[in-house]
């Protein structure tokens, strides 16, 4: 088996995954890249010499398939990013049923269907592994009109510490980070009256960036987190202080 770490990350095509992705390949990592959108995935992988796979997370079925190639490619998966994460924001009594099903489905059942097959076809086996869930600090604190994506997030969170204490015989670590706002797509379609509400709240008073997500991200795939797991690690600028 090759000494090159393996790692798989949802929803690298852009933004904080693929920060996270450029982050792992710098380590001397074999990325691969789960994404829906194929251009975007396509040219990503190809800037770091990685794979790439037209998956969608909440699909099981898919899942399922994309873990079984990539092991049968590369043999292991060492280090699992789930990632790939949607919003479909509305307050309680206007938000549609589609639309909380939609980012319950991608956001929370995303990471168990990942962690599910990569765990089991691999980690266990091979009894090491890291996994990293990208959770965000409304899973903590709440945010109003993001009743669905914060469930998701809190659940996230749960999923976290649990698997962490399923897996730690295993050598399997599995932690969260929770950014705050951090500068991609995602908060770009916010309105810049939300956005100056975040400032003023932000000890650091600006934005993240996505490559200081995939810091800690690296960190916490590392050995020099070796004694790290079942944690929650906030890069959110001091909004959250807990
Ligand atoms: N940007 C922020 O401020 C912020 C804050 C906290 C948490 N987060 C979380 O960080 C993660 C990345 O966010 P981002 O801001 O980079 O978002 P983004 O929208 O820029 O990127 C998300 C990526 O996920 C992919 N994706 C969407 N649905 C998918 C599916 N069903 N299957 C596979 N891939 C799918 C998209 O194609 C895209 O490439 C998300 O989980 C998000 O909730 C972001």
Redesign the pocket.
Known sequence: MSNQKTAVV??????????ISKKLAAAECKVII????ES??AS?AGKLNGDYK??????EVEVEKAVSEIIEKYSKIDILI??????RDGLLIRMKEKDFDSVI???LK?VFNFSKEVVKKSMMKNRTGAIVN?????GIIGNPGQLN?SA??GG?IAMTRTMAKELSNRNIRVNA???????????DKLSDKVKESFLENIPMHR??N?EE?AAVVNFLVSQRSSYITGQVINIDGGLVMA
Not at 10 to 19: D, E, K, L, R, W
Not at 34 to 37: E, F, K, R
Not at 134 to 138: E, G, N, Y
Not at 177 to 187: E, K, L, S
């Open positions: 949802t929803g690298g095509a852009q933004g904080i995954g693929f920060a789960i994404d829906i959108d975007r995935a990503a037209i998956v969608d997370v909440s699909k789930n990632n790939a994460g949607i919003t489905d991608i956001n995303g990208i959770a965000s600090i409304v994506y998701s997030k996230v980070v929770a950014p705050g706002f951090i500068q991609t797509r995602m908060t934005l993240g996505p997500v």
